[in-house]
């Protein structure tokens, strides 16, 4: 049981960690994240509140007892980092690694939630 919390308690840091940088590039680079929304074809006016939303997912995942909350966040995420991966990949710029490890600490947080 030990094992599986601090497994839990790493990957879900690490991925808070991932998230709370790419928060911040968003909303104190922003202009490096026109940049970046302007190749993708994304529009730029939804940079900050996909900023916001990362940062209340993040929130989300680290409430106890609101399961249901933390549910719609982990798929949310899961979402946001398949996109950007692909995304990514479409494009060809070679960032698609940080989606993957993304995605990976996803959905070891994930796993190691559901067995804490």
Do not use: C
């Amino acid at each position: 049981m030990k094992r599986n919390k601090i497994i839990y308690y790493v990957s879900t840091g690490l991925l808070s960690l991932l998230l709370l940088f790419s928060a911040g590039m968003y909303i104190f680079d922003h202009e490096t994240v026109v940049g970046m929304f302007t190749n993708f074809g994304y529009p730029t006016y939804i940079i900050y509140p996909y900023a916001i939303a990362k940062l209340l997912g993040i929130f989300a995942l680290w409430i106890p007892n609101f399961d249901k909350l933390k549910e719609w966040a982990y798929a949310g995420f899961f979402f946001a980092f398949m996109f950007a991966f692909f995304a990514h990949f479409m494009i060809g710029d070679g960032e698609q690694m940080g989606a993957l490890i993304a995605m990976i600490l996803l959905v070891v947080s994930y796993i190691f939630n559901k067995k804490i």
